[in-house]
Each structure stands twice: as C-alpha cells, then as structure tokens.
C-alpha cells in the first residue's frame, strides 16, 4: 500500500510559477517510480511527467515540456512538479501516482502501470 498526498495547488495568473508536492507513505519510497497526470473538465486523464525510483531518469510530456520539471527527494519520500510559464490550458486536477511494478523498466507514462493515486490538486490558471 502507497498512500500519497498531494499539495501546492492554487489560482495563479498567467506566467506565473508553482510548485506541486505529493508526500508518500507506507512503502520505501525509493522502491517506487513516481508520476503526475492531470485532467481538465470535460478531458482524459493526461500524462504530464515521471521519475525512476532513484530519480536519475525523468520524461515529460511534450505539452509541458520546457515548462515544468519533475523530481523527487527520497529523504523526503516526496515527489515534486516545477511548474512554469503557466497559461490557462494548464488548469486541471493534478494527480499523483505510484508504480511498483515496473519490473525493468525507469518510469511509465500509461496510466494504467500506476497502482496508487493521490486525491488531486487544483491547479486553476487565470488569463
């Protein structure tokens, strides 16, 4: 069992920065790859980034890429998302989400590899 916690989520403006975190527990976290999703009103759950269990490898999704940086501290067992250059298509739900099956593989971008989801985070971008 992973249960995750996600926080940092707000109305900002336009070209304005934030930062999500998502706090895990129940597991060594540094076990577990992590990710971020989100999903705007009326849209699919969509993949925004994800990060290997030692943090080393990172992918983010072509949309965000430039923009937003995901990382994590093991220390911590908390994963972050950097998140820039906001405009108003970046307004949605934010979820986290861990994967402990992996097998070989650093990360996973399909929601379906993800076992465990955070409750979301508002992220809600005025123009």
């Known amino acids: 069992q992973v249960q995750l916690v996600e926080s940092g989520g707000g109305l900002v403006q336009a070209g304005d920065s934030l930062r999500l975190s998502c706090a895990a527990s129940?597991?060594?976290?540094?076990?577990?790859?992590m990710g971020w999703f989100r999903q705007a009103p009326g849209k699919e759950r969509e993949f925004v980034a994800a990060?290997?269990?030692?943090?080393?490898?990172?992918v983010t999704a072509n949309s965000v890429k430039g923009r937003f940086a995901i990382s994590r501290d093991n220390a911590k067992n908390t994963v972050y998302l950097q998140m820039s250059s906001l405009n108003a298509e970046d307004t949605a739900v934010y979820y986290c989400?861990?994967?402990?099956?992996?097998?070989?593989?650093?990360?996973?971008?399909?929601?379906?590899?993800?076992?465990?989801w955070g409750q979301g985070t508002q992220v809600t971008v005025s123009s």
């Open positions: 129940g597991r060594t976290f540094s076990s577990v790859a």
């Open positions: 989400a861990a994967a402990i099956a992996l097998g070989s593989r650093y990360f996973a971008t399909v929601a379906d590899d993800y076992q465990y």
């Open positions: 990060i290997s269990r030692s943090g080393g490898v990172t």
